[in-house]
């Protein structure tokens, strides 16, 4: 088992920045690749970056250049700071483990707030 506690949400404006922190712990060991995605009210999930146990990452055009996800391996945290926030980043953010047997876990989530 693996348990995943976000933090680092909250209200920004439009323009701003803020860094999400995604805190692993339990079975560690069995993570591969880490990410985060979000859902904003009426949309779907959507993956908003990943990385995999080698540092490959991963994110959708709409946040390229803006968001960046790292991992600290000794605090078995990733983190996502994100910078030139918009009005549309407005979701909540989860953040997820999949491990090396092929299951994934899911934090509770975290809203971030985006006021224009």
């Known amino acids: 088992q693996v348990q995943l506690v976000e933090s680092g949400g909250g209200l920004v404006q439009a323009g701003g920045s803020l860094r999400l922190s995604c805190a692993a712990s339990?079975?560690?060991?069995?993570?591969?690749?880490m990410g985060w995605y979000r859902q904003a009210p009426g949309k779907q999930r959507e993956l908003v970056a990943s990385i995999t146990s080698g540092g490959r990452t991963n994110y959708p055009d709409s946040v390229k250049g803006r968001f960046t996800i790292s991992r600290d391996n000794a605090k078995n945290t990733v983190y996502l700071p994100m910078n030139s926030l918009k009005p549309e980043d407005t979701a909540v953010y989860y953040c997820t483990a999949n491990t090396w047997y092929g299951t994934d876990y899911w934090g509770k989530g975290t809203l971030l707030t985006v006021s224009s």
């Open positions: 339990g079975d560690i060991f069995s993570i591969d690749t």
